[in-house]
T-cell receptor, first 112, second 107 residues
Framework: DTGVSQDPRHKITKRGQNVTFRCDPI?????LYWYRQTLGQGPEFLTY????????KSRLLSDRFSAERPKGSFSTLEIQRTEQGDSAMYLC??????????FGAGTRLSVL | GQNIDQPTEMTATEGAIVQINCTYQ??????LFWYQQHAGEAPTFLSYNVLDGLEEKGRFSSFLSRSKGYSYLLLKELQMKDSASYLC????????FGKGTRLSVIA
């Protein structure tokens, strides 16, 4: 299967710890997006990359959040000093230009 | 601002037709998308409208009226496996999503 893959699928952490998630997009896609989804809500945009350049960040993305896409392929999303309010599903999507975005299965974060 | 409205929940009978409406007010518009999401899974692309009119894809159709800020998703010959959330999203790079409509298909 050559879809979008995310790792890990589930992460449980204690408040104050740092966590890092990885996303591998569909290989020919130049754009990569991060979204966050909480129960009963639609996904909310966090940030996106075109190749290795981070083109936009949501105001939802506090200073504790950082994302990278160093070689224009996979991406990582790090959350420092996690808070209980960070508990959510973190979704990654990729596209070729402004075309259809295809989503990965997500990483479910639980902050205790 | 960005505002996308869709009903929270709908129930329909197996074999029937259901229409899920979506209205939007966004600062930009580059297309309207519909995704299906089963509980605990990733959103899966269903359809995409850029121009006004109806797009048909098997049992699923989607309609767009840009002047009215309105779209609908039509599901025909409902099956139990169609029970899921349906997300309306406007492409304003990135996607701006509504809260989703949870559809329950009953026998």
């Amino acid at each position: 299967d050559t879809g979008v893959s995310q790792d890990p699928r589930h992460k449980i952490t204690k408040r104050g710890q740092n966590v890092t998630f990885r996303c591998d997009p569909i290989s020919e896609h130049n754009r990569l997006y991060w979204y966050r989804q909480t129960l009963g809500q639609g996904p909310e945009f966090l940030t996106y990359f075109q190749n290795e350049a981070q083109l936009e960040k949501s105001r939802l993305l506090s200073d504790r959040f950082s994302a990278e896409r160093p070689k224009g392929s996979f991406s990582t999303l790090e959350i420092q000093r996690t808070e209980q309010g960070d508990s959510a599903m973190y979704l990654c999507a990729s596209s070729f230009g402004g075309d259809i975005q295809y989503f990965g299965a997500g990483t479910r974060l639980s902050v205790l | 601002g960005q505002n996308i409205d869709q009903p929270t929940e709908m129930t329909a009978t197996e074999g029937a037709i259901v229409q899920i409406n979506c209205t939007y007010q966004t600062s930009g518009f580059n297309g309207l998308f519909w995704y299906q999401q089963h509980a605990g899974e990733a959103p899966t692309f269903l359809s995409y409208n850029v121009l006004d009119g109806l797009e048909e894809k098997g049992r699923f159709s989607s309609f767009l009226s840009r002047s009215k800020g309105y779209s609908y998703l039509l599901l025909k010959e409902l099956q139990m496996k169609d029970s899921a959330s349906y997300l309306c999203a406007v492409l304003n790079t990135p996607l701006v999503f509504g809260k989703g409509t949870r559809l329950s298909v009953i026998a």
